[in-house]
């Protein structure tokens, strides 16, 4: 939801230090790869119960996944760049919610599979809705230059990253955030596909 307005305060510090990655000779997909690796490395610290050390690692992710794009325009996108940054993102918003299961799965196992259903079927809102912008030939750059075709909706990468920090900082709450944050999860790949019977129904 607040994703596109933050683009114009968030772009230019990231386009900054991308240039300055890119002087060094780092790639892209390297800073996308470094990026799921902390990732992966936060939701571990989240299952061994280190949910406050987890922050970091976790921040530092969204930052790579932030900068791999600014790296990629200053050197030469690709596609398979954004095929690799968007299944990077999947596997690390799969990874958290798996890892507070994993940290309580009495207290947290339903919650967690209530919130990574909500994500499989949000995300696949999203991609579907990305493969027939493209087949119609659709651009938008609302969102920043990006290889697929983002739609806004009620939750966005800010919002997630949001819940994210929330979980680490309050993990007792998993339960209670995660059905709520899943419900609107929902609400907002509905409302995608409204979106998509409307743009893409019978002409």
């Not at 790639?27 to 987890?54: E, K, M």
């Not at 790296?71 to 890892?99: E, H, K, N, W």
């Not at 920043?144 to 979980?167: D, Q, S």
Request: aromatic share 12%; charged share 10%.
């Amino acid at each position: 939801m607040f994703d596109a307005m933050l683009r114009p305060i968030i772009d230019p510090p990231l386009q900054a230090q991308g240039r300055m990655l890119a002087g060094w000779g780092v790639s892209a997909n390297q800073v996308t790869l470094a990026g799921l690796a902390a990732g992966l490395t936060s939701a571990l610290l989240i299952a061994l119960g280190l949910t406050g050390w987890a922050l970091l690692p976790l921040l530092l992710s969204r930052l790579a996944d932030g900068l791999d794009g600014a790296v990629a325009r200053v050197t030469q996108p690709s596609s398979f760049g954004g095929y690799l940054d968007i299944t990077c993102d999947f596997a690390f918003y799969g990874a958290v919610p798996m890892a507070f299961v994993w940290l309580d799965p009495a207290a947290n196992g339903a919650a967690g599979a209530f919130l990574l259903t909500a994500f499989y079927v949000n995300g696949a809102s999203f991609l579907g809705y990305a493969v027939l912008a493209e087949r119609h030939g659709m651009k938008s750059r609302r969102h920043g230059v990006k290889t697929l075709y983002f739609t806004g909706g009620l939750l966005e990468g800010a919002e997630t990253i949001a819940f994210f920090v929330a979980l680490c900082l309050w993990p007792a709450w998993f339960s209670v955030l995660a059905w709520v944050f899943g419900a609107l999860c929902l609400v907002t790949a509905v409302s995608r596909i409204l979106l998509a019977m409307q743009v893409f129904g019978p002409e």
